[in-house]
């Protein structure tokens, strides 16, 4: 912390020998720990105030000393006293509450992404490059990483306590979560939100590494084929590239260059085309038609799994030309120029 | 003014003195005639005997989940068993004990007495409220035995409506029928209140624990019917699949949460405000003193239940609300805190200049404050939004709903068990094993609770049946604690079951205090008044009750 980077590292140094601490391990940690001794403080100062009120009034005023209660109203100025102290006490945590929780939710520009699917009972990460781990984790120190989660079934929930990061894992939609570790070693994950039989085993452990280490994992790890890779094989075998061909006869738009892009649907309004976007209209194409085309597209829920469409998202983000659709295509059509998706607004 | 007028306990001679011949409680006899009553005191009576007995079945599973947590390994008993343990403790606790506890037995008995009333503006609803009470009692029951649920007392979709082969719409029909007798209790206690005040009894002569009650009624009317209406979603999600909460059906599972916290966060002030209405009789009576600031008091319970309404989305922080809904709902839920905060200084500055005795409702009262004060405060830490992401779902919020819930709200039923007990038994309890169960009470309970804080911190998450190992010191701290815990409340079990044979005769008004229902006599007669009392002072008048005896004493001499 800024303001006594001496006395901070010897508190949390010693409350960490004590084990009644959890490691600070992310660049967040110290902010969390700064409002929660700053909250410990306040609590600890009203119950001693709350203590002293009523074993001095107890001592003081007890029978065999005061036999005889002397009767008041109440006083509106000591009245507004305990009104207002709280309430400027409370605000300044609503406040610096507030700061924190913009920190912690509001990822950086830069982040790496990895997704992760919550599933009875485990944890599924999936970074860029094809590396699937289980109830595990692998990121690098000193960058920071953004979590795109989703759950395959229940809730879950996703937490690092040595991180002070926690966020819920929903079915139906993408949740997001980031940090930064600071410090190699490796932490638990815990599933936090109640989520059936075995609930308390669906425990993960994210091992922290030095860039070096990390990127040495990564070429180990691989399986030889990224996200995107695994998509556009999915994108032919389920067979969307027969109407997503990017030609121009084709009956459904061109998907090259949509993602981030702000799209005219039929109905008239405007999206923004994200991860979650994409996910949707796969699933319930029939409520997200582009203008300009049919609702044709049949529905693919229940055809294809999370991890599928988290394959077919990324696929369809690095889609920046028609030249993998076209590679993928097997007819003659390849050759012939692709039109752009009509309504597509480059932001 | 003499100061002998003070005198606490004025106990009548032991030798001489007896039970009313006609009261309450001998009135009719029967099983029959306490099965088909209709007098808001028996029904008390009845409510005291079954919360008693759902909170002991409660607070085995209790017991057992404490058990299994003192080790790290899944030993005791496997995972689903585990987690049918925590869902029936939760659900038993909430819905059969803490909702009705205080409202349904001291509320019932002492409410239309209070208010100088015969009865409750509906006596025959409020003998149906017990029923529905007991139908829901053995859906829940049935549950149990036919092979538990394992949904949490949430009920959380779609865990509950498509994971689980659980016996979740019965144990939730359960929860639903309690909830009409939760109901109809709050609407017969807004009638009477509104409606049946003897001649002079202004609002504001009223008692608090009225006050609370009125409060508390409020909530139980206008959210109950929100949690009806969720678990009617849920039972038909499963049964027939309507999919409002599946996302596959393009139903929402976020709305599952709205609905069922925007009853659950009242709920938990239909919970505590009653408890609130007893600490301020008890720190009244035993300081000789008017309620500091009467009005403020009054208003902050009000407040407390309309603010209530309006932070459920506290539950939801880390679910993907918006951040900026997060920020309205965070501002809104500090403000909810501050009526409490102006109730604890309240309640410490009765006690100022106050004659103060140290009885066993006193005790518990105590113990009341310094238990909700950190039940509070830690409020404050999960209503501030950075904060909560790592509260949240850990044993953070155990320590912290015990501390509101179990510190606050079960102190203060045992303060006012204590309290009236010789009211409605006629007897006084033991008064040195008494005080034994308050302390060991509380310092079981602080065992139990506090090393539940540090746990949060470190960050073990809730309704986890193993652990890593490294969190074991502080949950064997926990059950040893929990054990203690245990005793403090077998005790006023035995000895209060013990002063009902053998305990001293309390007589009208053994603490010398000045609600109406001291100056009738005890056990008081089935209508209450002979005639309708006329009230020309205010709640918390030791002047007039001194003036009263001074009186008395003149006659008799
Ligand atoms: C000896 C006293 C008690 C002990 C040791 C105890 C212990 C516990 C523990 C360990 C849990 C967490 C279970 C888990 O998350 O795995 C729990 C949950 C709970 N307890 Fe207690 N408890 C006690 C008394 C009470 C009482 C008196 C009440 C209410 C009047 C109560 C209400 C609840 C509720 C509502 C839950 C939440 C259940 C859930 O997570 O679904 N407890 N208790
Ligand atoms: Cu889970």
Partial sequence: MHISPVLWQFLVKWLNASALFPREASTIAPYADALYFFLLLITVIGLTLVGLLVFGFSIRYRKEKHPEAIQVEGSTLLEATWTIIPLALFLIVFVWGALLYFRIYNPPTNAMNIYVVGKQWMWKAEHPGGQHEINALHVPTGRPVQLTMISQDVFHSFSIPDFRVKREVIPGRYSTVWFQATTPGTYHIFCTQYCGTNHSAMIGEVTVLSPDDYDKWTQESTSGMSLAQNGERLFASMGCNACHSGSAAARGPNLAGVYGSKLQLASGSQVLVNDAYLRDSILNPSQHITAGYAPIMPTYQGQISEDGLIDLVEYIKAMQSNYRVQQTLTTSQSNETAPTTPGVVKP | ?557
């Fill in chain 2, 1 to 557: 003014m003499s100061a002998t007028s003070y005198t606490i306990v004025n106990l009548p001679d032991q030798r001489t003195a007896t039970i009313p011949k006609r009261n309450y409680l001998n009135n009719e006899d029967g099983l029959l005639s306490w099965l088909f009553t209709g007098d808001h005191k028996r029904i008390a009576i009845l409510y005291l005997i079954s919360i008693t007995f759902f909170f002991f079945i409660g607070g085995a599973f209790a017991g057992l989940i404490r058990l299994e947590l003192l080790t790290p390994q899944p030993d005791l008993v496997a995972s689903d068993t585990y987690n049918k343990f925590f869902s029936m403790h939760g659900i038993v606790m909430i819905f059969l004990f803490l909702v009705p506890s205080v409202p349904a037995t001291l509320g019932n008995f002492l409410i239309p007495i209070m208010l100088g009333a015969k009865d409750l503006a509906f006596p025959k609803v409020n003998l149906l409220s017990w029923y529905l009470y007991w139908i829901g009692g053995l859906f829940t029951l049935a549950a149990l035995v036919l092979g538990g649920v394992d949904t949490g007392w949430t009920f959380t979709t779609p865990l509950s409506t498509h994971y689980l082969n659980t016996h979740v719409v019965t144990a939730a029909t359960g929860v639903f029928i309690i909830g009409f007798s939760s109901i109809f209790t709050g609407l017969n206690f807004i009638v009477t209140i509104h409606r049946m005040r003897a001649p002079g009894m202004t609002w504001f002569r009223m008692p608090l624990f009225c006050w609370s009650n009125y409060a508390a009624s409020i909530l139980m009317v206008l959210g109950t019917p929100v949690l009806a209406i969720t678990l009617v979603l849920v039972a038909l999600e499963r049964l027939v699949g309507i999919g409002v909460f599946d996302p596959t059906k393009g139903g929402d599972p976020l709305l599952f949460q709205h609905l069922f916290w925007f009853y659950s966060h009242p709920a938990v002030y239909i919970m505590i405000l009653p408890g609130m209405g007893v600490i301020s009789e008890v720190i009244s009576t035993f300081s000789r003193k008017r309620v500091f600031g009467y009005t403020a008091v009054a208003f902050s319970s009000v407040a407390i239940a309309l603010f209530g309404f309006f932070v459920w989305a506290h539950h939801m922080f880390i679910m993907g609300v918006s951040n900026y809904s997060a920020l309205v709902f965070s501002l809104l839920t500090m403000l909810v805190a501050v009526p409490s905060a102006i109730k604890i200084f309240n309640w410490a500055f009765t006690l100022q200049k106050g004659s103060i005795t140290f009885e066993t409702p006193m005790l518990y009262a105590f113990g009341f404050l310094g238990l909700f004060t950190i039940g509070g405060m830690t409020g404050v830490f999960l209503g501030a939004l950075g904060m909560d992401i790592h509260l949240t779902e850990t044993y953070f919020i155990v320590a912290h709903f015990h501390f509101v819930m179990v510190g606050g709200m079960l102190m203060a039923f045992l303060a006012g068990i204590h309290f009236w007990w010789p009211k409605m038994t006629g007897r006084m309890y033991p008064e040195s094993l008494s005080k034994l169960a308050a302390v060991t009470t509380f310092i079981g309970f602080n065992l139990t609770f506090l090393p539940q804080f540090i746990l949060g911190y470190l960050g073990m998450p809730r309704r986890y049946h193993a652990y890593p190992p490294e969190f074991q010191v502080l949950n064997v701290l926990s059950t040893a604690g929990a054990t203690v815990l245990g005793v403090g409340y077998m005790l006023p079990l035995l000895y209060l079951g013990w002063s009902l044979k053998y305990g001293a005769i309390a007589g009208n008004n053994p603490w010398q205090a000045t609600g109406l229902e001291w100056q009738i006599q005890s056990p008081p007669l089935t209508e209450n008044f002979i005639e309708t009392p006329v009230v020309d002072h205010e709640a918390y008048d030791y002047e007039w009750l001194a003036h009263k005896t001074a009186q008395e004493v003149t006659t008799v001499g």
